[in-house]
């Protein structure tokens, strides 16, 4: 996109400021800002805060308190949808305002969407202006669960693990409490908050008997009372998602006595005997039955499943057996590692990632970017393995 005007660049940024306002609040949705202004001057912003609730663009409409923007210019983060959901298509409330200038920082990619809205606004004789570059790159990494999942079905997949200097992530004999520091642990229940799902393989479950909840120590957690310890529980809490071939998950496991709030969906395969199937489900628990020749295709088959579920984003927490199967099968998007200054060594001990893996070296997979920061003891390696 040519620029048109020396403030339009500042403004287009600003929306993606007001769209991570709505970041943990509108699942499935996508987040969005927008800002309505005239020669520079800003006369409404807003951001979609909720789900079910107004979107970007009409609250920056509603945000300019009745003045008279039909010369105005609305600058959003994501192109406008043009379907009736939850709530009416912006391009009406759009049209109805007279606006005659949208300028658009990213594309929606979803069916409903997909240029639809900004070929209605250009019909009805809107100028239309989409940003590209960098800061096109920027919005679309905003939304990289809504942008895969509306691509290919699936949920957006971020790997979690913690790891010592020599890359081990649990000793010779299976313990691994604690590698990560406290404020490392505290760090990852954020990411959990703000998931549609974390997932365990069934050694994980039977070895540490997880809750796989979001929760906080102390008085000044946010979210409702909960949990053991003096913790508290997020509002928002994410669907425990167990992969157990077998139904070996025990009916008197943490993860089952809670189901089914929060939510609980064990992934099976048609190796599972039906009765204990049969316990899982009138337990509470939701079973998947996932189809495919080796572990690698039942993966793809239960990413297909959650996702057509309405799952857009999952938190895959381990262990090592369960991970190399997700990087098998090409379904990890994000990895994040936090390495703690220790070193186990042992032959026997535990490596992040099993599975087949690559041949050589050429053939691994390169992350796009690397980024790095301390968090207390430890350091935490985040890489964008793909962009959607």
């Known amino acids: 996109m040519a620029l048109r005007t020396d403030t339009d660049l500042p403004l287009l940024e600003r929306t993606l400021e007001l769209a991570r306002h709505g970041s943990g609040r509108v699942h499935p949705n996508p987040v969005v800002g927008a800002v309505l202004a005239r020669d520079g001057e800003v006369l409404g912003e807003g951001w979609h805060g909720q789900l079910g609730g107004h979107h970007a663009e009409v609250e920056a409409i509603a945000a300019a308190r ?49 240029g639809r809205g900004l070929g209605i606004l250009r019909d009805e004789g809107v100028q239309i202006d989409v940003a590209d570059g960098e800061l ?3 919005a679309r990494l905003l939304n990289q669960p809504f942008r895969k999942h509306a691509r290919t079905g699936r949920p957006w997949v971020l790997f979690k693990s913690a790891m010592t200097l020599d890359g081990k992530v649990a000793s010779r004999s299976g313990d691994s409490k604690w590698i990560s520091d406290e404020s490392s642990r505290e760090r990852a229940h954020h990411w959990r908050a703000g998931m549609d799902a974390v997932v365990v393989g069934v050694g994980t479950a039977l070895v540490d008997d997880p809750q796989l909840t979001a929760r ?26 167990v992969f157990d071939s077998l139904a070996r998950l025990p009916l008197d496991s943490q993860l089952v006595t809670a189901a089914p709030e929060p939510p609980l969906t064990v992934v099976v395969s048609r190796a599972a005997p039906r009765q204990a199937v049969a316990a899982l489900e009138m337990a509470g628990a939701d079973v998947v039955v996932a189809s495919g020749e080796n572990e690698p295709a039942r993966v793809r ?18 262990g090592p057996h369960l991970a190399g199967a997700f990087l098998d099968v090409g379904e990890i998007d994000e990895v994040r590692i936090f390495l703690a200054p220790l070193l186990l060594g042992g032959r026997g001990a535990r490596v992040p990632l099993e599975g087949e893996g690559f041949e050589r070296v050429s053939e691994a997979l390169r992350a796009l970017t690397l980024e790095c920061e301390t968090v207390a003891g ?11």
């Open 216 to 241: 906080l120590p102390g008085e000044g957690s946010v979210g409702e009372a909960g949990g053991g310890g003096g913790a508290k529980l997020f509002r928002r809490q994410p669907r425990r998602v």
């Open 301 to 318: 088959c239960a990413l297909d499943h959650l996702g057509a579920g309405g799952l857009t984003s999952l938190l895959l927490e381990g």
């Open 136 to 138: 096109a790159r920027s």
């Open 378 to 388: 430890d350091l935490l390696i985040s890489a964008r393995l793909r962009e959607w």
């Open 66 to 114: 009745g003045a008279d923007v039909r010369d105005a210019t609305l600058y959003v983060s994501l192109e406008p949808c043009c379907h009736h959901g939850r709530t009416p298509p912006c391009t009406e409330a759009i049209l109805a305002a007279g606006i005659k200038r949208v300028v658009v920082a990213s594309d929606d990619p979803s069916e409903k969407a997909s």
